[in-house]
C-alpha cells in the first residue's frame, strides 16, 4: 500500500469520526435533556465531551492500528520484492557476464525454436548485429536441413529432459554443439533449451593428422612382424631339417631348444600385432551366440554348449571379442584334458549382465586367481588372459575367476548396463 493511498483512507476515516462524534454528540445532548432536565449546560457538555472521546478512541484507535499494521507488512513485502529483484538483477548479470566473457557461441532458444538470448561470440559467428536474433526463429539464419537436425535434438532434450551432444560441420569448420535443459523450477518441465557451440577445427585437424601417423605406424609394423615372421618360418624349417641331419644327441637337444624358442618368438609377435589391434577400432555392438560361434570354428572343439540365455543379446565391446572367446576356448583345449567341454550362459545382477564360461578342467587354486591375468604369467605364453582383460576393459568390461579348484574353470565377465542390450523382445537374459 502507498503513502498516498494510507494518507486518503486515513482523512477519509478522520472525517467520518468527525461527523459521527458531531451526531452522537447532538443525540447524547437530546437524551441528558429528556432524562435529567434539571442538568446545567456545562455539566452535560463535559459529560459529552468525556464520552464522545471514548467513542472515538475506539472508533479511531483500532482503524488506525489495523492501518498501520496494513501498511508495516506492505512495507516488509514492498523491501523483499525490491530485494529480490536486485538479487534477480545481480544474477542475471553475473549470468550475461558469464555468457559473454566464454570463448564459444552460447545462446538459448524455446521450445518453438525462437533465440531468447545470444552471445556476442554467437553473433560475430553468424556476422550478425546485437539485437539482430532476438524473438526470431531458428529457421531465418540456418538452412532447411540445418533447422530440421536441430529442432529433433530440441525435441530429444524436451521428452527426456536430458543433454544432447552432435557434432556439425559449417563452412569448413567442425563443432561440437551441446544442448542442455532449462528447468522451472516449481514444475520441473523444460521451458527452454541453452545451446554452447564450441569450435572443434584444431581438434579434429590433430585427430586427423594422429589417425594418418598411427596409420604408417600400424603399416610399418605390419610390414615388419610379416618380414619376421616369414624369416623365423625358414630358421624353423632349417632347425628341423639339422635335427635330422645330425646323429650327435646333445647337438639334436640343443636344436630343439632353438625351435622352442622360436616358436616363443614367434608368439611373442603374434601377440603384439594382436595387442596392437586394441582400442584401433571403435567398439562395437556384437550377438555374444554369434561371436561365440565364430571363435569356436577354428578350433577341434566339439563340446561346446551355448546356453538360450546368450540368444538375442549384444554387448558393446572392441572388435576383438571374439579372440576373448578364442583364448578362452583355446585353454579349455590345452588344461582341461582329452574331453574338453565348455558351456556359456548370462544373468542379470543388479542392472548388469554377467557372461559365464565353465569348463570341466583342473580349475584355478585360490592363490593364482589374480595372477593369471599378469602379462607373463602361465605354461603357454602367458598372454592369452592378459589380452582378454585388456580387450575387455576398453568398453568398461571386467573378468575374473570364481571357479573352485579341481571343479573346473569359471571365468565372470561383468558387463555395464549401458554396454549390452537385447535384439529378441523378451529373449535373453533371465
Known sequence: MSENTLLSQLNTRLILVFMSMLAIMSVYELAKQAINPDITIWESHAITIAFTSLVAVFIVFFP??????????????????????????????????????????????????????VNTRHLAKKGLLPGACAGKHYGEFHSG??????????????????????????????????????????????????????????????????????????????????????????????????????????????????????????????????????????????DIAVTIQKARFPLRL???????????????????????????????????????AVRFSVAEEQGRLILLYEDNGPGISHGNKEVIFVRGYGKNTGLGLFLIREILAITGLTIRETGEEGMGCRFEITVPEECFRRTIPGGAAP
Open 302 to 340: 566339439t563340446s561346446v554348449t551355448i546356453d538360450a540365455s546368450c540368444t538375442g543379446l549384444e554387448i558393446l565391446a572392441d572388435p576383438l571379442l571374439g579372440k576373448v572367446f578364442y583364448n578362452l576356448l583355446d585353454n579349455a583345449m590345452r588344461y582341461a584334458g582329452p574331453a574338453p
Open 64 to 117: 488506525l492500528r489495523s492501518l498501520y499494521r496494513e501498511q508495516q507488512k506492505s512495507n516488509e513485502a514492498f523491501r523483499h520484492l525490491l530485494e529480490a529483484e536486485e538479487s534477480l538483477r545481480r544474477s542475471e548479470a553475473r549470468y550475461r557476464s558469464f555468457v559473454e566473457s566464454a570463448g564459444d557461441a552460447i545462446y538459448t532458444v524455446d521450445p518453438d525454436l525462437r533465440y531468447l538470448l
Open 145 to 286: 536441413e540445418e533447422t530440421k537436425a536441430f529442432a529433433g535434438q530440441v525435441r530429444r532434450v524436451m521428452e527426456t529432459n536430458v543433454p544432447v551432444l552432435g557434432e556439425y560441420e559449417r563452412d569448413g569448420r567442425y563443432y561440437l554443439r551441446k544442448l542442455s535443459p532449462v528447468n522451472d523450477s516449481a514444475t520441473d518441465t523444460v521451458i527452454a533449451i541453452t545451446v554452447i557451440s564450441t569450435d572443434i577445427t584444431e581438434q579434429k585437424i590433430q585427430e586427423r593428422a594422429l589417425e594418418d601417423t598411427n596409420k604408417k605406424l600400424n603399416l610399418m609394423s605390419e610390414i615388419t612382424r610379416h618380414d619376421m615372421l616369414n624369416q623365423l618360418s625358414a630358421l624353423s624349417s632349417y632347425l628341423a631339417l639339422a635335427e635330422e641331419k645330425t646323429a650327435d644327441t646333445s647337438v639334436a637337444r640343443y636344436l630343439v631348444k632353438c625351435e622352442q624358442l622360436a616358436e616363443t618368438v614367434q608368439a611373442q609377435i603374434l601377440f603384439a600385432r594382436d595387442y596392437q589391434q586394441i582400442g584401433v577400432e571403435c567398439p562395437q555392438w556384437q
